[in-house]
C-alpha cells in the first residue's frame, strides 16, 4: 500500500502562509492523482485542491482560488500546499490523499489512500 505523511501544519496569523507538504512511501505513486482535503470539526473531508498526475488539470474549491497553489516534486516523491493569505475560515486538519488512476477527482470517495493530517490553526 501507499503510506503518505503530512506536515508542515502549525499556527499562523491571518494573512500568513504556510507550505504543506506530503511524502510518499511504499508502492510507487507514479500515475496516481493527488488531492489535499481538510475537516472541520463534526463535518466530512472536503476537497482543498487537486492534481492530475500529468499536471494538466488542478482544480481548487472556489474559497481559496487565488490563495492556495498545490504542487509536486516527482524527485522526491512529494505533494505540496502552498498556502497564502490564509484568514481564520482555513483553520482545519488537512490531509492529503491519492487515487490510482491519474485522472482528476473532488470526492473523498474516490481517493484510495490517505495521510494522518496537519492541524492547520489561523489566529485573528
Known amino acids: 500500500q501507499v503510506q503518505l505523511v503530512e506536515s508542515g501544519g502549525g499556527l499562523v496569523q491571518a494573512g500568513g502562509s504556510l507550505r504543506l507538504s506530503c511524502v510518499a512511501s511504499g508502492r510507487t505513486i507514479s500515475g496516481y492523482a493527488m488531492g489535499w482535503f481538510r475537516q472541520y470539526p463534526g463535518k466530512e473531508r472536503e476537497i482543498v485542491a487537486a492534481?492530475?498526475?500529468?499536471?494538466?488539470?488542478?482544480y481548487y474549491t472556489n474559497s481559496v482560488k487565488g490563495r492556495f497553489t498545490i504542487s509536486k516534486d516527482n524527485s522526491k516523491n512529494t505533494v505540496y500546499l502552498q498556502m497564502n493569505s490564509l484568514n481564520p475560515d482555513d483553520t482545519a486538519v488537512y490531509y492529503c490523499a491519492s487515487r490510482q488512476n491519474g485522472g482528476l477527482r473532488t470526492d473523498n470517495r474516490e481517493y484510495d489512500y490517505w495521510g494522518q493530517g496537519t492541524q492547520v490553526t489561523v489566529s485573528s
Open positions: 492534481m492530475s498526475w500529468s499536471g494538466g488539470a488542478t
